[in-house]
DNA sequence: CCACGATTATGACAGTTGTCATATTCCAGT
DNA sequence: ACTGGAATATGACAACTGTCATAATCGTGG
């Protein structure tokens, strides 16, 4: 099978991205690290950076909904949480916790572009739509897998919200200490909590 | 009392990198947004972008952490996350979801410079090991009231991770999604763990 | 008043960035 | 074989970045 010029773009994006963040990603970068012709990206992004880190998003959030959602579906929601926890820790020891996540990258790092304010602003807000939708499914697999296991419908997505959030938080803060220790320890309240509002149903 | 320059400079760059991350802080912008004389930069900050980013953390840390000390010791466990959520959503309202916390900035975005590999690399590690002494910081805040209350020792110390965790990507996802929501429904599942968490302790 | 250090002003430096225009190469369809 | 569009190569552009050197200014102790 063969990877194509435009894919290895934006999972090289994505990558760096998640490494250094959104403004210190060039794309002099992207087509350093990828190996790929600079000449090309203007033809397979005519909008430029932002259409890269765009489909970098959405690349990434896929790349992370699937198998989450293929884990919740075999393994239930216990066994889909460990699954989510498991690949952010295997991210962060792999990499010597150098990259974390490029969706929370678009979140708090703003793209500093060419155009004139108004475009910029729309463009800005563009990607924080793209960001907010992947959080949005992340979310929506969790609170279905809640849902389907008997837990109330504001139970489910206050916990599912909950759950993304402090992963989140929990990864970035794990490559500040270099350490997979907080990650450790969130995934066991994560998991004392809703086995506990499961049980609850449940009796 | 009279701001100095430094300290306008520190506090300026602290919200803008809360507002657009690391990289896309210049200090051109510090001195165009807080109306400060160019010429001082090397003046009060001889080691650069660097020292002035590392300053910003640690003000912007000490700014987060003396309130929530001071919100713990006056209203207890409940009371102090309340406080913390309630700051953290009124930087939100105010700002019109702009800005975030620039803490989690530099664990996210990897500041560009210009030494050579070397000193480029232990400067990094330097950013963010200020960034998560900061994180310890609150942390650290969380878990002395939490034993103070009769929680169990590694117990408090995972609640506190997972209340300081779960916050930060909060704000970070709130900042996507234009919203406060994500941060009430946080909000009322960690008052909840923590609420049975001590009920527990007490009963 | 004067001098001296702290502070600020100004401009320059090399390097990088995103973008674009142009030229060249590639390759399937007829 | 040829043609037409897709893909790539190459170089240039202005704008911006962090840093630094130098000069001007300020404020205060002598």
Redesign the pocket.
């Known amino acids: 099978m063969t990877t194509t010029?435009r894919d290895k773009m934006i999972a090289g994006a994505a990558d760096l991205m998640s490494r250094r963040g959104v403004n210190a990603?060039?794309?002099?970068?992207v087509v350093r690290h990828t190996a790929?012709?600079?000449?090309?990206?203007?033809?397979?992004f005519?909008?430029?950076?932002?259409q890269l880190i765009a489909e970098a998003v959405t690349f990434a959030g896929k790349q992370v909904s699937i198998p989450l959602e293929k884990a919740m579906n075999e393994r239930g929601v216990i066994g889909g949480l460990r699954a989510f926890v498991a690949s952010w820790r295997r991210q962060l020891e792999a990499t010597g916790f150098e990259a974390g996540c490029p969706v929370l990258a678009v979140a708090v790092d703003r793209c500093?572009?060419?155009a004139s304010d108004r475009d910029d602003e729309t463009a800005q807000q563009h990607l924080l739509d793209l960001a907010d939708g992947v959080f949005a499914d992340w979310r929506q697999i969790m609170r279905t897998a809640l849902l389907r296991e008997g837990l109330a419908a504001e139970r489910s997505e206050r916990l599912a919200t909950l759950v993304v959030a402090s992963i989140e938080g929990t990864v970035a803060m794990c490559r500040a200490s270099r350490s997979t220790d907080a990650l450790d320890q969130v995934q066991e309240e994560l998991e004392t909590v809703l086995s506990t509002a499961l049980a609850r149903t449940a009796g």
Chains 1, 2 share one sequence.
């Open positions: 010029t990603t060039s794309m002099r970068d790929t012709p600079r000449g090309s990206i203007s033809h397979h005519p909008d430029g950076k932002r500093v572009g060419e």
